[in-house]
């Protein structure tokens, strides 16, 4: 098993390079000079040389991205283009909030979302059953920005219950971590909802039915635990989509976190801070998926029968 | 005095599967009975109606959309029919017990072997889990598994093992009635001899009644006392062992033995396999009438007509037909 | 005899052929919810087809003396006025082109290159899988909507660069579902069959395999339009999609923004929009998914 852990963070050694070829290359393919975005349009053209030479714009490409790396592997993100500070410092100040809120955003999908999926699944159908899934699909096609305005709109703007937008305090979380959380919710209520009416319908469900065991025994432990591998699949990719989104929902909520960071640099061409942005959010994605497939060997059994192959051969069956 | 030697009995069980589109009739009238530490033997082809019955008598019918639309069925003199849920609950593995088909995903690939049969346990009996687990490793010995795989999960076990775990799981608790449905149909032929062996055995030991439903004439042979012919949801002949293999009533027992290779060339000097041409009908289409006519090589007009009830040709021996075969000799 | 062959033509009678195709479009007329999704998406297109026509006003017809009218106002501005005067209900659309569009051409772009990597990686294996689904690691190690941004802030502002973006990040999730179809089934016994009489790779890929793959590309490519025009939106929002003046939904949000307290219904109505869209097409895909089962739940 902890063979296995160290082959996959192994492995994702060239998916992070990969990550970062890719982003330095687009980032310096892209239209618009740095330089010239921190100097202002006014600036002359020799000030702009200088600044460009002094961040080392004119080097050949894979000279600048060889010491890039070279940087990274020391854990130098190189400076921001316009605070001249390490990006590394502001990643580290900034990256937290954004991680509180994906984690808040974990839990509600988890509370809210599995216990509905189960219920439906079980009283296929019901009332209860087709109204949660049409919410649940209404609550899919809302864009998550939107729903965070909304959310706003009606508990802090009309009913003053929360506040709009920063960060001061756990009073502050709440909305934000609703708005990404809903829809997440809503997704994984959709997945437990199939992936539990799938199991059910299986064979050994029917022998657990034959010993006499009770429904509510058959749902949560036979048929749950079955059904749990897609489910957590899904988790992780959520958590990595709000992530991936924490630029929108920050953005909403005047959020100082790493999402509203790398926003401003994208718009100022403040290469560095993007880059070590996208590695962190790209690192921390694929420790969650790293994660999510520790968990399926503690989930099934066959799973982890597979990650040990390498170790020990498995277990054969006792022969006739 | 009064001597309840059945076990298990069953009458005038009608069993449908209702939908918009159709209503099918996958059990009609079925009467059987099955007396203490014997095993009735359920025959027929796929279809038939044999798993519907089964299903039935264990309260495993999937309602919506099956309903059991009429009909008793008595265990030790208890009605079953009409129990709530939770008094079924009861009875599933610890007095019927019932094994399916395929082995290969009968059990729950989370849990532990041993796990599942100390489930089987702790259902039904007042033991701690300690004991529980001690009685389970003592049953898959009973079966042949070293009591040291308790902790093994299904995926380590080859099929034939599987389907003993399966046969220990509903052992456990010493039914007083095993209903096996074609337990060994997905197993290869001599890991099926072993296991049928086994099941004997422990049938004999434990003093287990079972109802064993097959297509295998031959399984029939090896393990049954009593059994019945069951055709579009009906009995069309029932008895004992000798009585259907050597004094064969209805024309389509008669068709089934001609369907066997080998059996046929012992039986009528014939060298071709003459199978029983045409299908089982449509069970939401049923024909008026005898349901075999169709098919029936000795059907005629009256035959089509009007629905044959069983009649009694020789003690214990019963048969749904006017025109039945008689033993040879007669005619 | 009469009364067998009577038997055996009956049950031939009742093995009516229908074409694959027409199977699963009467399965998917059956569901109800999927025929009113249809409907609706029937009347989306309408309205981007002939936005010209069916709106009332143009989509940049600023008017500052009817500016900020709540809808209900004024009779002739059903949906209300923005800050420039338009009227929000020809915006919404002229929107509905917009967005239909995003998710039409990003989709054909996530599919066309995905599916062909993915076919590509699934059928030969070795190598050219392996690198395939590397480089396919590395654009999924990046969430999808970081990814698009990402692109976006490249190619720079504008509608056609959003949707360039959100093809292209949508073009692993393709790969990877196609990939795993053709996995499933190139080893299949048929495909040995036409192997075996000397069809040619592509001959193999495109007459035998494709059929077969069609439905989960089908039931991906309906998540992938709702998904596009959620990724546009976000991308609008942030101001790296549609630039002002043009009318996207997500766009049109980002503009009332400021006017969120007091003139709401600047966020909600474009908001609802999005919704009615986004549902309807999940609706359908749904339906989908449900039709192209084989195992036909009863």
Same mark, same amino acid.
């Given at each position: 098993?902890?063979?296995?852990?160290?082959?996959?963070?192994?492995?994702?050694?060239?998916?992070?390079?990969?990550?970062?070829?890719?982003?330095?290359? @687009?980032?310096?393919?892209?239209?618009?000079?740095?330089?010239?975005?921190?100097?202002?349009?006014?600036?002359?053209?020799?000030?702009?040389?200088?600044?460009?030479?002094?961040?080392?714009?004119?080097?050949?490409?894979?000279?600048?991205?060889?010491?890039?790396?070279?940087?990274?592997?020391?854990?130098?993100?190189?400076?921001?283009?316009?605070?001249?500070?390490?990006?590394?410092?502001?990643?580290?100040?900034?990256?937290?909030?954004?991680?509180?809120?994906?984690?808040?955003? =974990?839990?509600?999908?988890?509370?809210?979302?599995?216990?509905?999926?189960?219920?439906?699944?079980?009283?296929?159908?019901?009332?209860?059953?087709?109204?949660?899934?049409?919410?649940?699909?209404?609550?899919?096609?809302?864009?998550?920005?939107?729903?965070?305005?909304?959310?706003?709109?009606?508990? &802090?703007?009309?009913? #003053?219950?929360?506040?709009?937008?920063? %960060?001061?305090?756990?009073?502050?979380?709440?909305?934000?971590?609703?708005?990404?959380?809903?829809?997440?919710?809503?997704?994984?209520?959709?997945?437990?909802?199939?992936?539990?009416?799938?199991?059910?319908?299986?064979?050994?469900?029917?022998?657990?039915?034959?010993?006499?065991?009770? !429904?509510?025994?058959?749902?949560?432990?036979?048929?749950?635990?079955?059904?749990?591998?897609?489910?957590?699949?899904? *988790?992780? *990719?959520?958590?990595?989509?709000?992530? #991936?989104?924490?630029?929108?929902?920050? /953005?909403?909520?005047?959020?100082?976190?790493?999402? /509203?960071?790398?926003?401003?640099?994208?718009?100022?061409?403040?290469?560095?801070?993007?880059?070590?942005?996208?590695?962190?959010?790209?690192?921390?994605?694929?420790?969650?998926?790293?994660?999510?497939?520790?968990?399926?060997?503690?989930?099934?059994?066959?799973?982890?029968?597979?990650?040990?192959?390498?170790?020990?051969?498995?277990?054969?069956?006792?022969?006739? | 005095?009064?001597?309840?030697?059945?076990?298990? !009995?069953?009458?005038?069980?009608?069993?449908?599967?209702?939908?918009?589109?159709?209503?099918?009739?996958? =059990?009609?009238?079925?009467?059987? &009975?099955?007396?203490?530490?014997?095993?009735?033997?359920?025959?027929?082809?796929?279809?038939?109606?044999?798993? +519907?019955?089964?299903?039935?008598?264990?309260?495993?019918?999937?309602?919506?959309?099956?309903?059991?639309?009429?009909?008793?069925?008595?265990?030790?003199?208890?009605?079953?029919?009409?129990?709530?849920?939770?008094?079924?609950?009861?009875?599933?593995?610890?007095?019927?017990?019932?094994?399916?088909?395929?082995?290969?995903?009968?059990?729950?690939?989370?849990?532990?072997?041993?796990?599942? *049969?100390?489930?089987?346990?702790?259902?039904?009996?007042?033991?701690?889990?300690?004991?529980?687990?001690?009685?389970?490793?003592?049953?898959?010995?009973?079966?042949?598994?070293?009591?040291?795989?308790?902790?093994?999960?299904?995926?380590? %076990?080859?099929?034939?093992?599987?389907?003993? =775990?399966?046969?220990?799981?509903?052992?456990?608790?010493?039914?007083?009635?095993?209903?096996?449905?074609?337990?060994?149909?997905?197993?290869?032929? +001599?890991?099926?001899?072993?296991?049928?062996?086994?099941?004997?055995?422990?049938?004999?030991?434990?003093?287990?009644?079972?109802?064993?439903?097959?297509?295998?004439?031959?399984?029939?042979?090896?393990?049954?006392?009593?059994?019945?012919?069951?055709?579009?949801?009906?009995?069309?002949?029932?008895?004992?062992?000798?009585?259907?293999?050597?004094?064969?009533?209805?024309?389509?027992?008669?068709?089934?033995?001609?369907?066997?290779?080998?059996?046929?060339? @012992?039986?009528?000097?014939?060298?071709?396999?003459?199978? @029983?041409?045409?299908?089982?009908?449509?069970?939401?289409?049923?024909?008026?009438?005898?349901?075999?006519?169709?098919?029936?090589?000795?059907?005629?007009?009256?035959?089509?007509?009007?629905?044959?009830?069983?009649?009694?040709? &020789?003690?214990?021996?019963?048969?749904?037909?006017?025109?039945?075969?008689?033993?040879?000799?007669?005619? | 005899?009469?009364?067998?062959?009577?038997?055996?033509?009956?049950? /031939?009678?009742?093995?009516?052929?229908?074409?694959?195709?027409?199977?699963?479009?009467?399965?998917?007329?059956?569901?109800?919810?999927?025929?009113?999704?249809?409907?609706?998406?029937?009347?989306?297109?309408?309205?981007?087809?002939?936005?010209?026509?069916?709106?009332?006003?143009?989509?940049?017809?600023?008017?500052?003396?009817?500016?900020?009218?709540?809808?209900?106002?004024?009779?002739?501005?059903?949906? #209300?006025?923005?800050?420039?005067?338009?009227?929000?209900?020809?915006?919404?659309?002229?929107?509905?082109?917009?967005?239909?569009?995003?998710?039409?051409?990003?989709?054909?772009?996530?599919?066309?290159?995905?599916?062909?990597?993915?076919?590509?990686?699934?059928?030969?294996?070795?190598?050219?899988?392996?690198?395939?689904?590397?480089?396919?690691?590395?654009?999924?190690?990046?969430?999808?909507?970081?990814?698009?941004?990402?692109?976006?802030? +490249?190619? #720079?502002?504008?509608?056609?660069?959003?949707?360039?973006?959100?093809?292209?990040?949508?073009?692993?999730? %393709?790969?990877?579902?196609?990939?795993?179809?053709?996995?499933?089934?190139?080893?299949?016994?048929?495909?040995?069959?036409?192997?075996?009489?000397?069809?040619? /790779?592509?001959?193999?890929?495109?007459?035998?395999?494709?059929?077969?793959?069609?439905?989960?590309?089908?039931?991906?490519?309906?998540?992938?339009?709702?998904?596009?025009?959620?990724?546009?939106?976000?991308?609008?929002?942030?101001?790296?999609?549609?630039?002002?003046?043009?009318? !996207?939904?997500?766009?049109?949000?980002?503009?009332?923004?400021?006017?969120?307290?007091?003139?709401?219904?600047?966020? +909600?109505?474009?908001?609802?929009?999005?919704?009615?869209?986004?549902?309807?097409?999940?609706?359908?895909?749904?339906?989908?998914?449900?039709?192209?089962?084989?195992?036909?739940?009863?």
């Amino acid at each position: 098993m902890l063979r296995y852990i160290g082959k996959r963070l192994l492995m994702m050694i060239p998916v992070l390079l990969g990550v970062m070829v890719f982003i330095f290359l @687009i980032l310096h393919f892209s239209p618009g000079d740095p330089a010239r975005m921190v100097l202002g349009e006014s600036a002359t053209q020799e000030t702009v040389e200088a600044l460009r030479e002094e961040l080392g714009l004119n080097q050949p490409l894979f000279i600048q991205f060889f010491k890039y790396i070279g940087g990274v592997l020391t854990g130098d993100f190189g400076m921001s283009y316009i605070s001249r500070a390490p990006v590394i410092d502001a990643i580290l100040t900034r990256y937290p909030a954004t991680l509180i809120l994906a984690g808040l955003s =974990v839990l509600i999908m988890i509370i809210v979302g599995l216990p509905i999926g189960i219920i439906s699944a079980t009283r296929q159908y019901s009332f209860m059953d087709r109204a949660s899934t049409t919410i649940a699909l209404v609550g899919v096609s809302m864009p998550t920005f939107w729903i965070g305005m909304l959310l706003v709109l009606f508990f &802090s703007l009309r009913l #003053g219950w929360l506040p709009v937008s920063g %960060f001061y305090g756990p009073a502050y979380w709440i909305l934000p971590a609703f708005s990404i959380g809903i829809n997440s919710a809503a997704i994984i209520m959709r997945m437990t909802r199939s992936s539990m009416l799938e199991v059910i319908r299986s064979d050994y469900i029917r022998t657990a039915r034959a010993k006499g065991q009770s !429904e509510r025994k058959i749902v949560l432990h036979h048929a749950l635990k079955n059904a749990l591998v897609p489910i957590i699949t899904i *988790i992780g *990719i959520q958590l990595g989509t709000q992530l #991936g989104g924490a630029m929108v929902t920050e /953005s909403v909520f005047s959020i100082p976190g790493l999402g /509203s960071y790398m926003l401003t640099a994208i718009k100022s061409r403040d290469y560095p801070v993007v880059q070590g942005g996208v590695i962190f959010i790209a690192a921390t994605f694929s420790m969650v998926n790293l994660l999510v497939d520790i968990i399926y060997a503690f989930i099934d059994p066959r799973i982890k029968a597979q990650y040990k192959t390498s170790r020990k051969p498995k277990k054969e069956a006792v022969a006739q | 005095m009064e001597q309840e030697t059945k076990l298990l !009995e069953v009458k005038d069980l009608t069993i449908q599967y209702i939908t918009d589109e159709s209503t099918v009739h996958a =059990v009609n009238n079925v009467s059987l &009975s099955v007396e203490r530490g014997k095993t009735l033997g359920l025959v027929g082809e796929t279809g038939a109606g044999k798993t +519907t019955i089964a299903l039935g008598i264990i309260g495993l019918i999937p309602d919506p959309p099956g309903k059991v639309i009429s009909g008793s069925i008595k265990l030790e003199g208890e009605e079953l029919v009409g129990k709530k849920n939770a008094f079924m609950r009861g009875i599933r593995g610890k007095k019927i017990s019932m094994i399916f088909q395929d082995p290969m995903t009968a059990l729950n690939p989370i849990d532990t072997v041993g796990e599942q *049969i100390a489930e089987a346990i702790l259902l039904h009996e007042k033991v701690t889990v300690a004991e529980a687990h001690k009685k389970a490793a003592d049953v898959l010995e009973l079966v042949g598994i070293p009591a040291a795989r308790f902790s093994d999960y299904p995926h380590q %076990f080859s099929g034939g093992m599987k389907q003993r =775990v399966v046969i220990a799981m509903s052992l456990a608790c010493n039914p007083d009635l095993l209903i096996a449905d074609e337990p060994t149909t997905a197993l290869d032929v +001599t890991i099926q001899a072993q296991v049928l062996d086994m099941m004997n055995n422990l049938k004999s030991e434990l003093d287990t009644a079972m109802i064993m439903i097959t297509h295998d004439l031959g399984i029939i042979a090896e393990m049954c006392d009593e059994v019945a012919v069951i055709y579009a949801g009906e009995i069309v002949e029932s008895g004992g062992l000798a009585h259907i293999f050597d004094e064969t009533a209805h024309p389509y027992t008669v068709g089934l033995f001609n369907s066997l290779p080998g059996v046929a060339a @012992i039986r009528d000097s014939k060298r071709r396999l003459s199978p @029983i041409p045409g299908l089982m009908p449509d069970p939401s289409d049923l024909p008026k009438g005898c349901k075999f006519s169709p098919r029936c090589p000795f059907g005629d007009e009256t035959c089509e007509k009007a629905a044959q009830d069983l009649i009694e040709i &020789s003690p214990g021996h019963l048969v749904r037909c006017r025109n039945w075969i008689k033993p040879k000799g007669e005619k | 005899m009469n009364k067998t062959t009577a038997v055996a033509a009956g049950t /031939s009678n009742q093995l009516k052929k229908r074409s694959q195709f027409k199977e699963v479009w009467h399965r998917l007329k059956r569901n109800k919810l999927a025929v009113i999704s249809l409907i609706v998406l029937g009347l989306l297109v309408l309205m981007a087809l002939f936005a010209k026509q069916i709106a009332p006003y143009y989509y940049d017809n600023q008017d500052i003396s009817v500016a900020l009218l709540a809808p209900g106002e004024n009779p002739k501005f059903p949906l #209300g006025t923005d800050n420039l005067g338009r009227d929000i209900l020809s915006r919404i659309i002229y929107g509905a082109q917009i967005s239909l569009r995003v998710g039409l051409v990003a989709v054909c772009i996530s599919a066309g290159v995905g599916c062909i990597l993915g076919a590509i990686a699934g059928y030969f294996g070795g190598v050219v899988d392996n690198v395939i689904m590397r480089i396919m690691d590395v654009l999924l190690a990046i969430p999808g909507i970081l990814l698009a941004i990402a692109i976006a802030a +490249t190619l #720079g502002p504008g509608m056609t660069n959003a949707i360039i973006s959100v093809g292209i990040s949508g073009i692993p999730a %393709f790969a990877r579902v196609v990939r795993s179809s053709v996995l499933s089934v190139r080893d299949m016994e048929y495909i040995e069959a036409a192997k075996a009489i000397n069809a040619t /790779s592509a001959r193999i890929l495109l007459r035998h395999i494709t059929p077969n793959i069609l439905a989960p590309i089908l039931v991906q490519a309906t998540l992938g339009i709702a998904n596009a025009i959620l990724q546009a939106a976000s991308l609008s929002f942030l101001g790296l999609g549609a630039q002002p003046p043009v009318p !996207e939904w997500g766009a049109m949000i980002s503009n009332g923004r400021a006017y969120l307290r007091d003139y709401s219904y600047m966020v +909600t109505m474009p908001g609802i929009a999005i919704m009615i869209t986004v549902f309807a097409i999940n609706l359908l895909g749904d339906g989908l998914r449900d039709a192209l089962d084989p195992r036909l739940k009863q």
